[in-house]
């Protein structure tokens, strides 16, 4: 198997919720698109006078509740994912939005109603599938086929990975990985650095200065998810419950049944505020936006931790994030839940392991233990939104996250039969097994059994 290549800043990225395949992903495809047309010859941009766009599979499905037309739309107005304001999606619902071609001040009308809501059941290589096209009267002057494989990750036809370094330490299992530490007498944290200054070329302090800007993207979406009220985009007008929860764990001083509904708090603002299209980090996905940025409130603001301490467990959970991929899959399209909310509990979990200073086997062990029980997780949105069950189940993932550490750290690592390699095996069996009625489409589950929406 080839060797992880992936970039943490690649993996944790910033941007609008409310999903990272829908939103994140898409917004590149029509940012990238519009820079494909400025790069035709002048002829072709004087002459063509439409734009036609088709999404498919689960972007079909429910591209609408997940805000993928607003996000196209921010993205083809020049918009990148990581610099956006908050609210930008809140903003791009106007469907007479007219797109500069950089060229003799020409415009081309574009209409939000127009991009097509095509097949949801397709022969395309992956679920999430738009079609981009050029034209001008029933000619197609340029046409692009992307793929938002997850996580914000997006890739096209004849795509080709971006030139990089190759990792000091290369791995692509869990096994592999504790290899290295144990053959060069190192610890994890250290090994993640060496790997992402090898392979992007930035320097310790600037990847230390990445994951300090990520860490404060995450706290501040947890600021302001406890600091809000109000009812969340969308048909189900579903009530934000962050604030409520979390003054309700301020009565209590935080003790107690108190501590826990602080966790349960943070992971509910992070989440509400992905619901309502505004910036977050996937982690590893904006579906589950909200379990990690939960871990690291309350290890900050309840435990005393450092933002150096914060830092190793951002580089431990990420090679947990990294195996999850290269295994399996973090994509609700592709294996459903435990996808997304499963690995990030699973992130979270070795994120706090880590950053209590524990040793490597045991924040192998809470990883493990977090994923394990978050197997077979379905991903049926209802109405199309990331709201129900998504926001009450990255509180859930946030929570068993802290449970498998209090596990893992308290009994024997030597009891633990179950590695993560095997974890993550089963979990893209489970995916493969799994109906396409619980992949993100809404065709399933709780997405059919709520007849209000």
């Given amino acids: 198997m080839p060797p992880i290549l992936t970039s943490i800043f690649d993996f944790l990225k910033i941007g609008p919720g409310p999903s990272s395949s829908h939103t994140i992903g898409p917004m590149k495809a029509g940012l990238d698109f519009m820079e494909c047309i400025r790069d035709l010859p002048d002829a072709d941009r004087l002459g063509g006078d439409s734009l036609e766009i088709h999404l498919f599979g689960s972007l079909s499905a429910t591209g609408r509740g997940h805000g993928t037309l607003r996000a196209i739309a921010a993205g083809m107005l020049g918009n990148r994912p990581d610099t956006c304001s908050p609210g930008l999606l809140e903003e791009c619902g106007r469907d007479d939005a007219p797109i500069d071609l950089d060229i003799g001040g020409k415009t081309i009308a574009f209409r939000i109603a127009d991009i097509v809501m095509d097949a949801v059941q397709h022969d395309y290589p992956h679920s999430n599938t738009m079609i981009f096209r050029f034209k001008t009267g029933n000619d197609t002057l340029l046409e692009r086929t992307y793929y938002s494989v997850g996580g914000g990750f997006l890739r096209w036809e004849g795509w080709k990975a971006p030139e990089h ?11 592999e990985l504790k290899q290295h530490l144990k053959d060069n007498s190192i610890r994890l944290h250290t090994l993640m650095l060496a790997n992402e200054k090898s392979i992007t070329g930035l320097s310790e302090s600037a990847i230390h200065e990445g994951l300090d800007r990520i860490t404060a993207v995450m706290e501040n979406a947890v600021e302001r998810g406890i600091s809000s009220k109000g009812i969340l985009p969308g048909s189900i007008g579903l009530k934000r419950k962050a604030q409520a929860m979390y003054n309700s764990a301020k009565k209590l001083e935080f003790q107690g049944s108190g501590f826990l509904r602080a966790i349960n708090a943070y992971a509910m603002a992070a989440s509400e505020e992905n619901a309502a299209g505004h910036c977050v980090v996937t982690a590893p996905t904006c579906g589950a936006a909200g379990v990690l940025p939960a871990i690291i409130f309350m290890l900050k603001r309840h435990m005393g931790a450092q933002q150096s301490e914060i830092r190793k467990g951002l580089l431990a959970a990420s090679a947990v994030g990294f195996l999850a991929k290269h295994n399996a899959s973090i994509s609700g399209a592709e294996v459903g839940c435990q996808g997304e909310v499963g690995v990030a509990s699973a992130m979270a979990a070795a994120l706090q392991a880590y950053a209590r200073g524990h040793r490597f086997q045991v924040t192998e062990n809470a990883a493990e233990i977090a994923m394990e029980h978050h197997l077979g997780l379905t991903c049926d949105p209802v109405g199309g939104y ?39 095996e089963a979990m893209a069996q489970t995916g493969r097994d799994m109906s396409k009625k619980y992949k993100e489409t809404s065709l399933g589950g709780l997405a059919v059994s709520f007849p209000e929406c």
């Fill in 165 to 175: 370094g190759e990792p000091r330490y290369p791995y692509g299992t869990m096994a």
């Fill in 386 to 424: 990331v709201q129900i069950p998504c926001i009450e189940r990255n509180a859930m993932g946030a929570v068993k996250a802290y449970n498998a550490f209090l596990i893992a750290s308290t009994l024997d690592s030597a009891y633990q039969k179950m590695d993560l390699d095997h974890a993550f």
